[in-house]
């Protein structure tokens, strides 16, 4: 389809204070996105030739976040704001800065869609679709209306006995009969753009509010003997706008049950979908299970067959196929194929893991790239880490990576075993096939195939709890057991091989 002629003005200056937030209203984030993130995706599905955003409130976080989205969309600033009718000729003259002739308006032309920025269920879709029913009905203005069983708060669209669109009256400024009217303009308008240029410097703002109404293009266009439109919307919900908290919880709700959808029907099995919370940019292969709890956040990325849950978040990660993730906080990490993680892991940015490799309950993992098949299965921190393929870290093992000025790396080798309770001190490495015994802290590097032992001989004292502890549950247990009271001259007894 051509976009050639189309311009699309969104509109973000409103103040949103009911959210009361530090927080401009339209950056508030919903399934991972800010809400005029959504909008403005729903806007580049149509292919618009311009895209100008209307800004005032709190410009300084919403111009920037905007360019970042969409670089090429113009920024206007609407100082004052006074209303939808003076917002859409501050975005108009926005464009007309730049042209030859610096005449208001020419700039424009073909198709002028408006919409707001607070409408995070808004689609390309439908956007497209009531842009192609304006275009093709040749109609001055289309209003993309709603029958709602609620209208209170909306402007009503006022139709004659042959249903022809009159006017769009504003709630305060309805009459009791037109208050009874069920079908809303939801805010999004199309426009011929040769039509709006003439109307916009004609709006007054004598009504209730004092403001300046876009709506009331419409009774323009009707004076003028032009036609105008109105389509409802069937989906209601795409066009509702966020003004508080508590509408902001109900459209993410709302919000989530359609992408939990869409990947069930895409053959992801959801166990419980009322726990579950998928962001919009997440992508789940097939057959993949989510086990209740579980929230995919970000770019995350499973793979076919994985499982993922219970009670696990994942921000930015990607899973590979088959693997198994229980309860496990990550972000910014790779899982391999079939690999397994958890139960209570926690996987920080840089965090590698290679197929068919563990990462076990109660481990903490940072930079750390983890072989294939290599294992670090209980009680440990890994921190700026190589690990072969195949190699085991014993339970209880810390990489000690900073020195209290710097974070320096371990390497360790393929097929290497190291026992439990060991300290790495970075930087230090450990080679191919080497291994260590318990509690050793690992200072100096380890050769290939080398043994290191760090922890000193163990010396028995035969007889201490009788002596020591006399009188006490140890002692008698100790006593009952058969321990001698004394300690033989030249008895105690030393561990010598401790591997
Ligand atoms: C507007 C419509 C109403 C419609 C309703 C749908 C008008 C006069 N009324 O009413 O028919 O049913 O939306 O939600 O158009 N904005 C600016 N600058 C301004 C004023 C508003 O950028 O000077 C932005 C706001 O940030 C918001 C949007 O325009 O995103 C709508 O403004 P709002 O004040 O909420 O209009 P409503 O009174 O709800
Ligand atoms: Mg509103």
């Not at 892991?345 to 068919?356: F, H, I, Q």
């Not at 890994?382 to 085991?392: P, S, Y």
Request: glycine share 12%.
């Amino acid at each position: 389809m051509s976009s050639s002629n189309l311009t699309v003005i969104v509109l973000a200056a409103g103040g949103g204070t009911r959210m009361r937030s530090k927080t401009m209203k339209v950056l508030h984030p919903i399934g991972g996105r800010s809400m005029i993130g959504h909008v403005l995706a729903a806007v580049q599905a149509m292919q618009p030739e311009r895209v100008v955003a209307v800004v005032g409130h709190q410009r300084d976080q919403v111009g920037p976040h905007i360019t970042s989205l969409m670089p090429e969309a113009v920024l206007a600033v609407q100082d004052e704001q006074q209303g939808t009718g003076h917002a859409v000729r501050v975005a108009v003259e926005a464009l007309t800065v730049g042209s030859s002739d610096g005449q208001p308006g020419t700039a424009l032309r073909g198709t002028v869609v408006v919409a707001y920025g607070d409408t995070p269920l808004l689609t390309g879709d439908s956007l497209r679709s009531f842009a192609a029913e304006h275009e093709a009905a040749q109609c001055a203005v289309s209003i993309l209306s709603g029958i709602v069983a609620r209208p209170f708060g909306y402007g009503r669209v006022v139709r004659d006995e042959d249903g022809d669109v009159l006017a769009i009256v504003e709630e305060k400024d309805a009459t009791p009969q037109q208050r009874e009217i069920a079908e809303i303009n939801s805010g999004i308008l199309a426009f011929d753009a040769e039509f709006l240029a003439e109307a916009l410097p004609r709006i007054g703002n004598d009504n209730a509010n004092g403001e300046y109404y876009l709506t009331d293009t419409v009774q323009l266009a009707r004076d003028a003997g032009l036609t105008v439109g109105a389509y409802p919307i069937d989906d209601v919900m795409q066009t509702e706008g966020v003004n508080d908290r508590v509408q902001l919880a109900a459209l993410a709700r709302e919000h989530n049950d359609r992408i939990v959808t869409r990947w069930m029907r895409e053959g992801v099995t959801i166990i419980d979908p009322t726990t579950t919370w998928i962001d919009s940019d997440v992508v789940l292969e097939r057959d993949v299970t989510i086990l209740p709890g579980t929230q995919l956040l970000g770019v995350t990325v499973v793979a076919e067959d994985a499982v993922i849950g219970p009670d696990t978040t994942l921000k930015d990660c990607e899973i590979g196929a088959g693997a198994r993730v229980v309860r496990v906080h990550g972000e910014l990490a790779v899982v391999g194929a079939s690999a397994e993680v958890g139960p209570f892991s926690y996987l920080r940015p840089g965090t590698r893991l290679g197929s068919e490799g563990k990462i076990g309950g109660f481990v903490e993992t940072k930079n750390a790239v983890i072989g294939d098949g290599a294992k670090v299965p209980h009680l440990s921190y890994v921190g700026d880490a190589d690990i072969g393929e195949g190699t085991n870290i014993g339970a209880g093992t810390i990489f000690a990576n900073y020195d209290g000025v710097a974070k320096h790396r371990t390497r360790i080798g393929r097929h290497a075993k190291t026992a439990s309770n060991n300290t790495f001190v970075a930087p230090v490495e450990v080679g191919d096939g080497a291994a260590t015994g318990a509690g050793t802290v690992v200072r100096r590097d380890v050769p290939a195939g080398a043994l290191a032992v760090s922890a000193g001989p163990q010396r028995t004292i035969m007889g201490w709890a009788l002596r020591r502890r006399a009188g006490t549950p140890q002692a008698h247990a100790a006593e009952a057991a058969g321990a001698p009271r004394e300690e033989a001259p030249g008895e105690a007894s030393h561990d010598t091989d401790p591997g």
